[in-house]
């Protein structure tokens, strides 16, 4: 009997030895994103970079924008409107604690709300709470949003990053602290290297699988890929570099994904500043750039061409590419009608995405063919925003406007196209208010067709969502539908 049971273990330690060991499946992940934020709080600055990184992680709104655009619940659990469309009433989810232990309470749906509203406010969205009347705390976990008029995107525009929920105990120490409610808390932040978000292991909700993420950055397009090849990133969402994509899809280590965005990539114009506050200067810059050449040259062909902002991929697009087709002849008699025969200087400030370094060459070129001399501007984000789209000390700049259903942003008298057509503000106004499906399409092609008559900007083309990852990762999204690295429902497969 001994005899037996000793052959058995020794069988059964043979088989052992001989048996494929099992991975444990990883639950970190590190993600290369190209910009460092200036910040980490999404209600007090315009850059893409901070919704990227704490957008649904770290910070959440009443509503959330899934993957394909739609509006989800989050901090409201559901809603009622009223008839008239003109009061909200949110029921809130209980139990939830920001990630300093305070209770989240309607009090802090109110406070947040009002102070995005508040006269010195620095949310950069500011617009977007413009038709709110009052928000009141019913109680603990309802909250009454009233309007002062209907505004059917409102459930939407409380998705964005710009209205995510935040308490006054931590507000104003966001930007270098970050405390929301979300699945993630903030770990750390080494400037100029990355960003840590831990799992938060007391959130109210579903939790999430991976335990840590760092977001890496990496804004050169070289090393970009050379740390995907090595294995140092596990994954860029936002892959800068469309040359090595080829390479890429061959290799079966990686998944290519290549998804649309809300990126309207335009020669961002000041519409104030001499000559460009004439139109026929403006019409003359759209014959005189080649959209084509700008996607192959500077994009490898990932890229979609527009004639208006507005995306592609959205049911009420009208494609205007045909309105200032690549005409130089036109460009230069457009510019000589103007005043400027001979051409003129000016400059233009590119931010660091390869999109407009490289656009911004191609660009150049084109316009020195009709007499307009650029000096190239290279400048990093942080004095981009300072200059260029605060102070409004620019001439040209090349950027994507990557906020979800945004051409509202050319109503804006203060914005930093500095552009002002009262039909334009109309249609807007309009806009806002209907609810009739057939009739915003018919507002949304009229507003596409004024900004696009005026050449308010150089409509350049549509931001590909070119995402890269390790093939055994799962959950990452393949549409960009708002600013966000959403890892919510990210894990690794064995």
Same mark, same amino acid.
């Given at each position: ?39 980490l709080d999404p209600t007090a600055g315009a850059a893409a970079s @901070? ?6 992680? @770290?910070? =959440? ?8 655009g739609a509006v989800q619940p989050a901090l409201a659990k559901n809603?009622? /409107?009223?008839?008239? &469309?003109?009061?909200? #009433? ?42 709110? %009347?009052? #928000? =009141? ?14 505004? &059917? ?14 308490? $006054? +105990? ?19 932040? /080494? ?22 993420? !760092? ?42 994904? /290549? ?81 400027? $025969?001979?051409?003129? *200087? ?22 020195? *063919?009709? &007499? /307009?001399?650029? +000096? ?8 981009? @925003? ?40 109309? #249609? ?20 596409? !067709? @004024? ?13 590909? *969502? ?13 549409? %960009? ?14």
């Amino acid at each position: 009997m001994l005899r037996k049971l000793t052959l058995a273990a020794s069988v059964a330690a043979i088989s052992l030895l001989g048996a494929t060991p099992v991975m444990a499946e990883r639950t970190d992940i590190i993600l290369g994103v190209a910009l460092e934020p200036t910040h980490l709080d999404p209600t007090a600055g315009a850059a893409a970079s @901070i919704d990227e990184i704490v957008y649904a992680n @770290i910070f =959440e709104g009443l509503t959330r924008i899934d993957q394909n655009g739609a509006v989800q619940p989050a901090l409201a659990k559901n809603w009622t /409107i009223s008839d008239d &469309g003109l009061v909200y #009433v949110f029921t809130l989810n209980s139990g939830v604690k920001f990630h300093d232990g305070t209770s989240f309470e309607a009090g802090d749906v109110a406070f947040s709300i009002n102070r995005a509203m508040a006269d010195d406010s620095t949310n950069a969205q500011k617009a977007l709470f413009e038709p709110i %009347a009052s #928000v =009141e705390a019913v109680d603990a976990t309802t909250v009454k949003i009233t309007l002062k008029r209907p505004t &059917g995107s409102l459930l939407f525009n409380l998705g964005w990053g710009d209205a995510v929920i935040v308490a $006054p +105990e931590s507000a104003d120490n966001n930007k270098t602290s970050p405390v929301g409610t979300g699945p993630f808390v903030f770990s750390k932040w /080494i400037k100029g290297d990355s960003v840590q978000i831990l799992r938060n292991d007391a959130y109210w909700g579903t939790p999430v699988k991976l335990e840590k993420a !760092t977001f890496k950055i990496i804004s050169d397009a070289t090393a970009a890929f050379a740390s995907l090849m090595a294995g140092d990133v596990d994954a860029f969402a936002n892959f800068g570099s469309p040359e090595n994509i080829p390479q890429l899809q061959a290799d079966p280590r990686f998944t290519v994904s /290549i998804g649309s965005t809300e990126g309207e990539t335009i020669l961002s114009t000041n519409n104030k500043k001499p000559p460009f506050d004439n139109l026929k200067v403006r019409q003359a810059l759209a014959h005189a750039i080649n959209r084509q050449s700008i996607i192959d040259g500077a994009m490898f062909g990932q890229g979609t061409p527009i004639g208006t902002h507005f995306a592609p991929h959205h049911a009420a697009y009208l494609d205007l590419t045909d309105k200032y087709p690549y005409n130089p002849a036109r460009a230069k008699e457009l510019l000589a009608e103007a005043g400027y $025969p001979d051409g003129f *200087k000016a400059t233009i400030k590119l931010p660091p995405p390869s999109y407009a370094r490289r656009g911004g060459e191609i660009i150049a070129s084109d316009l020195r *063919k009709v &007499g /307009i001399d650029l +000096e190239i501007i290279p400048v990093e984000w942080g004095p981009w @925003i300072k200059d260029v789209f605060k102070a409004k000390d620019y001439d040209l700049t090349i950027v994507s406007h990557t906020e979800p259903m945004d051409i509202g942003i050319y109503a804006r008298d203060d914005y930093y196209f500095q552009y002002s057509n009262q039909a334009f503000k109309d #249609v807007i106004k309009k806009l806002a208010a209907e609810a009739n499906p057939a009739k915003r399409t018919a507002l949304m092609q009229q507003a596409q !067709t @004024i900004i696009s008559d005026d050449a308010v900007n150089g409509f350049l083309f549509q931001l590909a *969502k070119t995402g890269v990852w390790n093939s055994k990762i799962k959950g990452m999204w393949a549409n %960009a539908p708002v600013q966000a690295n959403d890892l919510t429902g990210v894990y690794w497969e064995n």
